[in-house]
């Protein structure tokens, strides 16, 4: 039933006002611009289409890394100077909490929002894209207020070691909600092509680059009076979520009037979305999104039910450190992504095994050294970043990076089964090896405690991880492991795109109902 939803989400995605898919050939002697159907507008030129994607790709960069950045400061922030280690697992949890109940809040809308908004918008439909956001304001309110009032309703079945009473559910239940509008409203300003504040705004467990940087300087300033208690922490992550929902409703009324102006007699009265279609593609996105929400916090979970919250604050330290060597691997998947379509699309087949290989090789080296680094020295970085006790950390950080070794290995596999149109077998084969950590986890962690969870979680992600490096050989017929012949690196972006092929990898990258599955861990 699930393959069938997200069947029929993206031949939606595809379809053309008059009822025909999208032709996937690519001709490579086009040397004039793509036409669009007749009264939809002026097709893009080559230039504006390159000078887009780029733009986009630096405000994707930029906003990536400093959410990261802020992630980390925000982390150390807490742990050194604000709370105990009891009540820093706390916050952790607390965070997760967020995370599931804005997931559940958000209902796919923010994977939805993107391609209804940006597919209607080249073709100058500006009453269709008006109806898609009138449909998706109204869903997310109710979807939202649901998921707010259920949340303090279930936290009291949750059993963790630290109380959630007085206020602190209904603030759990309201940073959620005001995520869920944040996230939503950020990937509607991306469907804008305002790649700035959709990066700004987008992203992260607790909110983009501006919500951690008001919530870090708001706990800050609070040190100067006197150090805040956990729920005083929620209340200041629910002020600075509340100032960031402000803002960006002012972007989306800001950048509507800005595309309407630009409207002209359009005739694709067929792609005004009605609310089947919404449910439609939202249902399976959120099947996707809480796939990969459970495969990113599993453990997590585990070991908030099983370990004291001093011995959680442990582990998330160590896991935080480690997660840092996945960041090269992102970046190149986020780079070569647009030139894997175009390279399958051409069934240059060699070339595009060189590229990835040669991809994972360059991104592999720096993660390599950096596990060299915690493996040496990891329990002086985790006293040295996170304070006396996270030391303890230190077998973890040794188990965890070998999980992450292979990771780095096997390269930018699940990346190059997405963008060829295998998102489902990639998104199956995450949730399969998810369920070795949800299964092998629990007993692990009991007997072991968190030394035998990072076992299941190191586990877990090698096993995933091989698993679809052989899918992507049995789909496509490469390799996409690390190639440390630094002579044959051939993945700089192709200087001789057509319009045609540009604009296919544009069109998988926007309306790719698995793009959410690129980023399974969060730093």
């Known amino acids: ?186 990937e509607a300003l991306r469907g804008f092509h305002d790649q700035r504040w959709a990066n700004v705004l987008s992203g992260g467990q607790v909110g983009g680059p501006l919500t951690l940087l008001l919530f870090v300087s708001l706990v800050a300033a609070s040190l100067l009076v006197e150090r805040p208690t956990l729920t005083g922490l929620v209340a200041m992550l629910f002020g600075s979520l509340s100032c960031t929902v402000l803002w960006t409703g002012v972007c989306m009324v800001r950048d509507l009037p800005h595309q309407a102006m630009q409207q002209h007699a359009a005739n694709g009265s067929s792609m005004v979305p009605t609310a089947n279609d919404l449910l439609r593609l939202c249902v399976p996105l959120l099947l996707i999104q809480l796939l990969v929400f459970v495969a990113a916090q599993a453990d997590v979970w585990i070991a908030g039910y099983y370990v004291p919250a001093g011995q959680l604050a442990v582990y998330a330290a160590a896991r935080r450190l480690i997660l840092l060597t996945a960041i090269p691997l992102q970046i190149a998947a986020a780079t070569v992504a647009p030139s894997i379509a175009e390279l399958h699309a051409h069934g240059r087949i060699t070339e595009l095994q060189t590229m990835l290989r040669s991809a994972a090789g360059v991104a592999s080296l720096p993660a390599i050294v950096a596990l060299l680094a915690v493996t040496v020295a990891g329990g002086l970085i985790l006293r040295l970043v996170f304070g006396p006790g996270y030391e303890a950390g230190y077998s973890v950080v040794v188990i965890l990076g070998i999980g992450q070794l292979i990771f780095n290995w096997c390269g930018v596999c699940g990346t190059a089964l997405i963008m060829t149109g295998h998102q489902n077998v990639a998104l199956v084969a995450t949730g399969a090896t998810s369920a070795i950590l949800v299964i092998v986890g629990p007993p692990l962690t009991a007997r072991f405690g968190i030394q035998g969870l990072a076992f299941a979680s190191a586990l877990g992600l090698s096993v995933q991880n091989l698993t679809i490096w052989v899918l992507a050989r049995r789909y496509l017929g490469i390799w996409t492991h690390a190639n440390f012949s630094w002579g044959r690196i051939t993945w700089k972006p192709l200087r001789r795109r057509s319009d045609r092929a540009a604009a296919v990898a544009c069109q998988q990258n926007e309306s790719s109902p698995a793009r959410w599955s690129e980023e399974c861990t969060e730093v």
């Open 1 to 186: 039933m699930i393959r069938r939803l997200m069947t029929s989400t993206s031949d939606w995605f595809t379809r053309l006002p008059d009822g025909e898919l999208l032709d996937d050939s690519i001709d490579d002697s086009a040397e004039t611009p793509i036409e669009e159907p007749v009264g939809t507008g002026e097709p893009i030129s080559h230039g504006d289409l390159h000078r887009r994607v780029r733009q986009g790709g630096l405000w994707v960069l930029a906003g990536r890394t400093s959410g990261i950045g802020l992630t980390v400061i925000m982390n150390v922030v807490l742990a050194r100077w604000v709370l105990s280690r009891d009540d820093f697992g706390a916050f952790v949890l607390i965070s997760s909490m967020i995370g599931l109940a804005s997931t559940f809040a958000m209902f796919g809308l923010n994977g939805a929002i993107v391609p209804l908004v940006s597919r209607n918008l080249a073709l100058l439909n500006v009453a269709a894209v008006r109806r898609a956001l009138r449909l998706t304001i109204i869903a997310v309110l109710i979807s939202g207020g649901t998921a707010a009032l259920v949340t303090p309703w279930a936290l009291r079945f949750v059993t963790f070691d630290f109380p959630l009473t007085g206020a602190l559910p209904w603030l759990i239940a309201g940073c959620a909600l005001l995520l869920a509008w944040q996230q939503v409203g950020a």
